[in-house]
């Protein structure tokens, strides 16, 4: 062996066979005597020491001894009562107080629930009439208030300030330039004393300009209307009412014109004596409206403009796709059919399509556009906006007061922010140090909605009460108590609503009903409204860009999650899963599979089981966005891409919350609709997506039918009962005989249950956030999203279809044979979804089997049963052994891998003071270790029980609610009491439609779905 | 000590706990019986001072008896007319010593001629509005604050109450604690004498038996018998661990016995029964709840509508001790043996609520008090008082024990799971006059056969109605 004759030396004192080192080391570790003696000092001292070996082994047992019986022992907890207890508060009795969220992007009347004095959740205000929407952003509001990151108070110079110091530097800035134009830069405020505030402003400071500013624009739909009907406003539309919709680019269930549309359309949807909604969706992304749609049409938006022209009548369809070209006729013909039941609507960022369609509605009489009653949420007009951005840059605006607004993060030109630092006066009103106020001479810190007084008007007529439901956090001040101060006025912002409020809108009415209702609805007119100069209609500004050789078409868009990008560090908003692609903390470039597949790009799961994809630059003209993910979107018009806004921002948004791109910086002249081209670049983005499966295969997750099916034929034929086989016969799953348990007596009592109605649900993800408030679900993290730990007890399934229609999967599933040959193949084909498929949505949370498959594998009996139906989960008894979530067929169970509160490494909400406010103390927080799911929301339950009791009455019908219930905008969700007979749940349950996830499994939930019923009928 | 109970395992801590427990319990009987004995003891030099106290007041009485019968028409005061009269009506806003809501009212008839008192007291707003100098003066020194009228006091009532304004102040009887700390004899020295004496007796039976047994071999060795002696036996340590069976039962019976201490000791851990911790204001519920009977829900008014108690707020203890500043001195003497002033505690109170007893008015300078929270609940478990208050209608007591007996309050049940179950097996609902049982008890008693439901029939058994 060669290897033995190898010697290695140590070092070249080896080489000595006579070093005396070498002999030395022979026999002794070290070559040197070790210093002991110099190392623990004098010997003799050390002998005379007091604390022997022995004793200091005393002293360790002791204290181990001592710390490990202390550790027996219960910490002491403190009960601090108020000193003064103010009277409305009952420690532990929630109360709700109404009032009104205005950001400028978002518009809703809400009821806010208290604890002690603490806003912990956002529920909807039944007293509004108006459509206002209580989407997933508003439910999410309560914890932006407890933002960690906010600004504490004013500041000057960047310093931190008092309200005197600014209150004397603005005052002094302001008289200095009294001859120099000065930009006061709001939001949409729609407050009518406001404006009038406003004007005060203006009439001690004439310099002053007021210009408003709507980050995300609906100037074009604005002039549009404002030429057409000579006042600012958007038409609003009772979806309701129409029999066919056809929609071009317009996402009227999303964020389209401000949103809040999906309840009316919902009704319209569910079919009612044979009769529902017909809806054609002409669009380039895949949205929540084209989602829902009963034919959806992928169209660039260079082709939307000629569908539009073709719909409203003189245009022709040449030029377009064969199949474009015949949904075209097909939807004018219906359309023409419909008459005044027929509404066409746009999304198109040009004033001539947006008047084409305030005409054609106008011309026909359409019953679902109300004109008379526009909608107020929205007042920007870009072209002014422009004008102020040049303004800045090329130095004719000297001063700029934002409100509400970031235009430095928001605004589509790099230069603006380099004119911005270099104004003689920046001013910027703002709840957090954004990228406008960081570089601001002048920040006064604004408190948060739920801080405020206040009041909006949200449509002609309709006024909502802004009141605050907790003392200000911070030493802030809101901006009309700032507008009075600097005006002169001496009284409070309250005072001057209340005083505004009876002189001009109550009309004798009482205030303090009105604060209590938080709506109030008087056909007045309110002449104070300031109006913006009409525009003129020049098509300078709204026309669309022409597409350019060899690019794309990019459609911006807001997503579910964030919007406009105002509550970006919020991460309920971050960790919320867009309803399209299922994918969190991240925005991306959607691109079509052909399209993708021309560049090179791919989606492509990864060891973990997470999605990881290619990055693109973007760019349009001179302006590159560089390194932005690409996700392959089914559905999107091939030729066009979309990219969400309000993504990209860092100044004060914790880090982990900086994801996406800024993609304002394309909002060029503040169209949605832009040119790119784009380049691939190397790199690997990890997205954070939670359901990497996107077709059911064939399988009837989702039980879909026809309107015409669900008219004529036998409920057996369109939503039948599995069979199952015993003894070799075919029986019912549902059959006595198919059953291996033996039953719960559920007959006693309640029993609730749970009624999904597939037909309304549009997917909108407000039941997720109120799921997530009233549960204290915890936030993860992208990271462990990506590993499909996400802690949502509710999760909307998306489903596509990998035909044209579901229809078409089943088909294809049940006509192919043989294995090697067909059936192998299909299903292959079959996981990856159509260019343009169906799409179908399904919240899921725990089904609450009556046979739960969980309880029977739980060695601890943790997970129990209770006789009201739901399926009971005791987290102090739950040791993790994860066999519950494995033989769940639902996979709802969600499992605690880490302790996601007070824990450094998931540095959200939960791990802050401020943050942990919002948790609701009913419900335990848990812990590392246990499995959690879905109560039924039992401790809602359980209080409206015992709120009867107290009372001595029985429990109405309309009183039993979940959260997701109460948040649904559109009635999808439907809760109460079986054993009731004349409630509204029974009656679902009985309903044809009714079917159980997964009823051939024999599991026998108390959630059930409605069948969804689509209108496919073309003529 | 400490090194000792872990040494020994956890049979010491039982021991230990319980001892102390006893020594708890032992030592209130002696408070007990000490109070009793100090009565007792304290009836002969009270009655002594007493006398002696009679000499002095009559002197000072007859003085000013004297003074005011220069100024008043002899008449028949009755003093303890007046002092009912006085309890009954003026005692919400003044003290006799002590400036209250309104002025110490001592020998106010000194200060004020009758027929000025006579108006005042029957309507002082009228004085005040009829410009009276004296009357807007008085108004004026008390902050504004309005006197109830009591017109329907006649003359003789208010001179009856101004007869009972001159009873002086009493020394304040300092409750002679050291005297007559006279040790507890009789029964339990007798026994140890008895036991004493008993061990004597053992001991001098030992030593004769020795003696005799001795004696016997001496007289047994001088007659020349032969005493045989016995073949020396295997000790029986020796024996015992000889015997290899033994010692394996012997060690699984220790193995066993240590097991179920240490299972018994363990089961205690985070059972907080009897915890009492010092709270920075020494409140009696003995004294609030006890000998003045106010109802619970007084204070802790939440509990009828909420899952919490609750804690009062101060400005609650403030209905009551705006005007209690002070306590009785009996109560004061009870404090003492509970090494409390109680006044002091007042005074706490004063300080945490911002109330200035001087000016009788609030500084608005607050130091929210920080309860030790005695009764805690772990977070998973949701409990609702309105439940069982209202709605079942349990005594507070049936939980929290005999607080009204409580000077310092502990933590009475043990409040563990199986604590719940029990009493939810065994309490029957009360549906009578509640129209939400109406249906679920006709078909629940239907189906168990039962006119009584209890709380687990009820679903009261259910993980997750408490769970959640």
Known sequence: ?1019 | MYFCAVIFGTKWCVSIDTKSNQLRAKLMDNNITDRMEKVHYRNLPSTLSFLWLALVLTFSVSQTTLATTVVLPAQAVDTAAGEALFKANCAACHKLYKKATGPALFQVGDKYSKEWLYKWIVNSQDLVKSGDAQAVAVFEANNGAVMTAFPQLSTADIDNILAYTYTPQKAPTVPTADVTAVPTTGGGLSNDIILVALALVFLLLVIMLFLVNRTLRHIAEANGVVVEETEKRTPIWKAFIQNQFLVLVAAIFLLLSGAYFAYGWMMQVGVDQGYAPVQPIHYSHRIHAGSNQIDCNYCHSSARRSKHSGIPSLNVCMNCHKSIAEVAPETLAEGQEFGVDYNNEIKKLYTAVGWDEASQAYTGKTEPVKWVRIHNLPDFVYFNHSQHVTVAGQQCQTCHGPVQEMEIMSQFAPLTMGWCITCHRETNVQVEDNAYYDKIHEELSKKYGVDKLTAAQMGGLECGKCHY
């Open chain 1, 1 to 1019: 062996m060669m290897a033995s004759n190898k010697k290695y030396w140590k070092s070249v004192e080896e080489l000595d066979q006579n070093s005396s080192m070498i002999k030395t080391l022979k026999q002794n570790e070290f070559a040197e005597p070790i210093p002991t003696d110099e190392f623990l000092g004098n010997k003799e001292t050390m002998e005379a020491s007091s604390t022997t070996r022995r004793d200091f082994l005393k002293y360790v047992g002791f204290t181990t001894a001592a710390a490990s019986l202390a550790a027996c022992e219960g910490p002491v907890i403190k009960s601090i009562p108020y000193v003064v207890a103010p009277d409305e508060i009952i420690p532990g009795v929630a109360n709700y107080y109404a009032t009104t969220m205005a950001d400028g992007f978002d518009f809703a009347n809400v009821l806010v629930k208290t604890r002690e004095g603490r806003p912990i959740k956002i529920e909807r205000n039944d007293l509004a009439l108006h459509n206002g929407s209580v989407n997933a952003r508003v439910h999410a509001s309560v914890l932006s208030m407890y933002d960690k990151n906010r600004l504490t108070g004013p500041k000057l110079d960047g310093n931190d300030a008092s309200w005197g110091d600014l209150d004397a530097a603005v005052a002094g800035k302001l008289s200095a330039m009294a001859d120099k134009e000065v930009v006061l830069l709001t939001q949409t405020l729609a407050s009518p004393s406001t404006a009038q505030l406003i004007a005060e402003f203006k009439t001690k400071y004439p310099n002053v300009r007021h210009v408003v500013y709507d980050t995300v624009s609906s100037s074009e739909a604005l002039d549009a209307f404002q030429a057409k009907y000579s006042t600012r406003g958007l038409a609003d539309y009772d979806f309701s009412k129409a029999e066919v919709i056809v929609s071009v680019g317009a996402d009227f269930i999303g964020d389209w014109q401000g949103g809040g549309y999906e309840a009316g359309y919902a009704k319209g949807r569910i079919p009612k004596n044979g009769k529902m909604s017909r809806h054609i969706q002409f669009e380039a992304n895949m949205s929540l409206s084209g989602a829902n749609a009963d034919k959806r049409v992928p169209t660039t938006p260079s082709q939307q403009l000629q569908v539009l022209q073709a719909l409203v009548g003189n245009g022709s369809t040449s030029g377009l796709p064969e199949k474009v070209a015949d949904a075209v006729n097909k939807a004018k013909g219906q359309l023409q059919k419909a008459g005044n039941k027929g509404v066409l609507i746009t999304g198109l960022p040009n004033v001539a399509a947006q008047t084409m369609v305030l005409d054609y509605n106008e011309g026909v009489g359409s019953e679902a556009m109300n004109t008379s009653h526009p909608k107020l949420t929205s007042m920007g007009s870009a072209t002014e906006v422009i004008n102020v951005m040049n303004g800045v840059i090329s130095g004719s605006v000297k001063g700029l007061i934002t409100v509400g607004v970031n235009p430095v993060y928001s605004f589509p030109n790099a230069a603006f922010a380099e004119a911005y630092k270099k104004l003689e006066m920046t001013l910027a009103f703002a709840m957090k140090e954004d990228e406008t106020a960081s570089l601001a001479q002048m920040v006064a810190a604004t408190p948060h909605y739920l801080e405020s007084w206040g009041d909006v008007q949200t449509k002609k007529g309709v006024f909502g009460l802004v009141q605050p439901t907790i003392r200000p956090l911070f030493n802030t001040r809101q901006l009309q108590d700032c507008l009075l101060n600097w005006t002169g006025n001496s009284s409070s912002y309250y005072d001057y609503l209340k005083s505004y409020w009876q002189t001009n809108i109550l009309a004798g009415g009482s205030w303090n009903q009105a604060v209590h209702d938080g709506v109030y609805h008087t056909d007045i007119n309110l002449d104070v409204e300031e109006n913006v100069a009409v525009m003129e209609s020049s098509s300078a500004h709204g026309a669309l860009p022409k597409p350019v050789q060899g690019g794309l078409e990019l459609t911006l868009y807001t997503k579910t999650g964030l919007g406009d990008g105002q509550q970006a560090n919020n991460p309920w908003l971050q960790e919320l899963p867009d309803p399209i692609t299922r994918t969190s903390w991240d925005n991306y470039l959607t691109m079509s599979a052909a399209d993708a597949a021309e560049m090179g790009l791919k989606n492509y799961s990864v060891a973990n089981g997470a999605m990881n994809g290619n990055y693109v630059n973007v760019k349009m003209g001179e302006v590159v966005i560089e390194r932005v993910p690409v996700l392959v979107q089914p559905g999107q018009a091939m030729g066009s891409v979309g990219l969400a806004l309000g993504y990209g921002r860092k100044a004060a948004i914790q880090s982990e919350m900086q994801t996406g791109v800024n993609a304002y910086a394309l909002y060029n002249n503040f169209s949605a609709v832009q040119n790119v081209t784009i380049e691939k670049v190397e790199g690997e983005h990890e997205f954070a997506c939670v359901q990497l499966h996107n077709t059911m295969m064939g399988r009837d997750i989702i039980r879909e039918t026809t309107l015409e099916i669900f008219n004529t034929k036998d409920k057996e034929v369109w939503n039948g009962i599995p069979m199952v086989s015993k003894d070799h016969q075919e029986i019912p799953v549902t059959s006595p005989d198919a059953n291996l348990w033996e039953d719960f007596d559920r007959s006693i009592g309640h029993h609730f249950n749970l009624s999904i109605d597939l037909n309304a649900c549009t997917g909108c993800g407000a039941c997720v956030i109120a799921c997530h408030a009233e549960n204290n679900v915890p936030v993860v993290g992208k990271s462990e999203m990506r590993r499909s730990r996400d802690m949502h007890w509710l999760r909307i399934d998306r489903y596509y279809s990998s035909e044209e229609s579901f229809d078409g999967d089943l088909e294809k599933k049940e006509s192919a044979e043989g294995w090697f040959t067909g059936e192998r193949k299909a299903l292959l084909e079959m996981e990856v979804a159509s260019a343009n498929p169906q799409v179908a949505f399904q919240p899921v949370m725990c089904q609450h089997c009556n046979h739960a498959p969980c309880e029977t594998v739980c060695p601890v009996a943790a997970t129990s049963h209770g006789r009201q139906g739901q399926n009971h989960m005791a987290y102090n008894r739950c040791v993790g052994t994860r066999y519950c979530a494995n033989n769940c067929p639902y996979k709802v169970r969600r499992f605690n891998w880490f302790l996601y509160n007070e824990n450094d490494e998931f540095d959200y909400y939960m791990n802050n003071d401020l943050g942990r406010m919002v948790l609701n103390p009913d419900v335990v927080v848990r812990s590392r270790g246990v499995m959690e799911k879905c109560s039924m929301c039992i401790q809602m339950t359980q209080k409206t029980i015992l709120d009867a009791k107290r009372d001595g009455r029985p429990v109405k019908d309309s009183e039993f609610k979940t959260a997701c219930s109460a948040a649904c905008e559109t009635g999808a969700i439907q809760f109460g009491d079986i054993n009731d007979h004349s409630s509204e749940v029974f009656k679902q349950k009985e309903d044809n439609r009714m079917y159980h996830l997964l009823e051939a499994v024999g599991t026998k939930p108390n959630v059930f779905y409605q069948t969804k019923v689509r209108n496919i009928n073309e003529a």
